[in-house]
């Protein structure tokens, strides 16, 4: 993507530029994520580009295949301390072109804008990226949460509270809306989105793909997660499970 970089720092004083409001070009971080860390007196990334305040961007567009198309995401990665130039050129080069970089509470934020067939090739080969870049980095998972109160469920098929409690009640709708998955007995209880996003498929309240994302990010989340258990406890818990007859 065209845009001008960031000056080297040298020491000497660089004329300040302004920049109207309309004219930022980097993507807002989400809504639910403190405002990211500034990369101040960055240097000069060559084909990196460094946004007026938030992140640095190395959005490149890259074209579309013929059944190909552009998901959004984004990966929450540790073992970066700093996002220093190095590091930037090796995110870049390893495949990490599609992407706008920042930092949220000591993390690094990578949302990316990827062309692919579908959404776990795009995530998969994201992933793989950031690995291959060999920077220490360490993916944590997708940001999304598959665990949602009554009032997330509501924004994402966006209807009311109120509608959302009575399919939860069967006031509405065919009936048989999934139990929650935990706090059960509080005042607050987490529902499975993708559980929740299979029933609202099947009965026609938001479309089949969408449950099938929701799937798709809970799974990959889960092997994750599963990477970062010390070593011996999946034996364990299998060995237990073998000793029920489970």
């Not at 960031?6 to 405002?35: E, I, L, V």
């Not at 309240?205 to 889960?222: D, F, T």
């Amino acid at each position: 993507m065209p845009g001008n970089s960031a000056a080297r720092s040298t020491g000497a004083t660089m004329p300040k530029k302004t920049t109207k409001p309309n004219q930022r070009t980097a993507k807002p971080m989400r809504d639910q994520c403190a405002r990211p860390v500034v990369v101040r007196g960055a240097p000069n990334l060559g084909k990196h580009r460094v946004t007026s305040e938030t992140s640095v961007n190395v959005r490149v567009d890259p074209e579309p295949g013929p059944a190909a198309r552009e998901w959004d995401f984004a990966l929450i990665v540790a073992g970066i301390a700093e996002l220093t130039e190095k590091v930037l050129d090796k995110l870049y080069e390893s495949g990490c072109d599609d992407a706008t970089i920042g930092l949220q509470h000591g993390l690094v934020y990578i949302e990316f804008s990827r062309v692919a067939g579908s959404l776990e090739d795009a995530v998969r080969s994201a992933i793989s990226d950031v690995y291959n870049a060999g920077v220490g980095a360490e993916v944590l998972r997708v940001d999304e949460c598959d665990l949602v109160t009554q009032a997330e469920i509501g924004r994402k098929i966006e209807r009311s509270r109120q509608m959302v409690h009575q399919y939860i009640t069967g006031q509405r709708g065919p009936g048989g809306f999934p139990p929650p998955a935990c706090h059960l007995s509080g005042a607050s209880p987490l529902w499975a989105w993708c559980e929740v996003s299979q029933w609202l498929a099947r009965h026609n309240l938001i479309r089949p793909e969408e449950s099938h994302q929701a799937v798709v990010i809970e799974s990959i989340n889960s092997s994750l997660e599963r990477r970062r258990l010390p070593p011996g406890i999946l034996d364990r818990i299998k060995s237990v499970f073998t000793e029920l007859g489970i």
